[in-house]
């Protein structure tokens, strides 16, 4: 009987995983498709009705949104109970729990705002990284219900000062990176630079014109600071963890997710903003952000040795 529950715990959390996913790739898809009022000034209900009468692109996409965000809110609830009630002993479990619920509650009130009573671009290129953070924290959940089999060899490995504080120190940045592609997309500057990687590349080094091409800059040397600060981590992992699969491993990845996610970039600019790339784009910086938090999560519960100073 109870390996019936811990494979149903199983099944629970990676659904609620693969929701938030859908959650944060649905909001991407509402923005890049301003179907954000596509149910009107009109919140839970959707142009005054529970379930819309008629149905338009616009209604179809934020009001799958919001249903999928319903039900998923449900299954995050039940994963935070459950892994507490389970799993409560296993530090991180009851922190992570709660993140998970705070997150999601506030990314959903400012959705609400929105609707209701509309936010300026600043406030809502929030709305990603907050989404990102709630996702970030049910997918880690997911991970330490699979380490109790010994799925992750997460509990047996050293890590150094040195890449202690990069982690930190570049996962934290990544967010600013998060922030500003959301702000490129909020203001509508994804296409204000038609070259690439300058925004005028017959003109280097000139300086924006303005704040829509700021914005579009900041973005790029944001993702460039970024690539070069992975890079460097991944080449010290590759030196100093081949021991470690972990940790060899989990860099090697975020500098591909890293470069895949400039590649996406600059076909977003060539395509037009093509909705396939787009959504490709938001996936790969959900998906990096999720591996530099369990990076994060690893530092925290990884044993400590003063030799390694790495």
């Known amino acids: 009987m109870q390996h019936k529950f811990n494979w149903i715990l199983k099944w629970v959390a990676v659904a609620t995983t693969l929701g938030m996913l859908l959650i944060l790739l649905g909001g991407a898809l509402v923005t890049k498709t301003d179907s954000g009022l596509g149910c009107g000034r009109n919140w839970p209900d959707c142009n005054g009705s529970l379930i819309p009468k008629e149905i338009t692109t616009e209604v179809l996409i934020e009001f799958s949104h919001r249903f999928v965000t319903g039900a998923v809110s449900i299954l995050v609830l039940i994963l935070v109970v459950w892994t507490w009630r389970k ?20 990314q959903a009130l400012i959705g609400a705002a929105q609707v209701l009573w509309g936010q300026g671009d600043f406030i809502l290129a929030l709305h990603f990284g907050i989404s990102l953070i709630s996702f970030a924290a049910v997918m880690l959940l997911a991970m330490i219900v699979f380490e109790v089999d010994q799925k992750f060899d997460a509990d047996r490995v050293f890590i150094g000062k040195k890449l202690k504080w990069h982690t930190i120190g570049v996962t934290l940045y990544s967010y600013i990176v ?112 999720g591996l530099l938090c369990y990076m994060i999560l690893l530092i925290a519960r990884s044993t400590h040795n003063e030799k390694n100073n790495l």
């Open 87 to 106: 799993l409560g002993h296993v530090k991180g479990v009851k922190s992570l729990g709660f993140l998970a619920i705070f997150f999601l509650i506030l």
């Open 178 to 289: 998060v922030y500003t592609g959301a702000l490129v997309r909020h203001t509508d500057a994804s296409l204000v630079c038609g070259d690439w990687p300058f925004c005028r590349n017959n003109k280097p080094f000139e300086l924006p014109n303005n704040m829509y091409e700021w914005v579009q800059m900041s973005h790029r040397l944001a993702v460039l600071l970024i690539f070069i600060w992975l890079f460097y981590i991944m080449i010290h992992a590759i030196k100093h963890y081949k021991d470690q699969r972990v940790i060899y491993w989990g860099w090697i990845i975020a500098f591909i997710l890293v470069t895949l996610q400039i590649i996406a970039g600059l076909l977003i600019i060539t395509t037009r903003l093509n909705l396939i790339v787009s959504l490709l784009h938001s996936l790969l910086i959900t998906l990096l952000f």
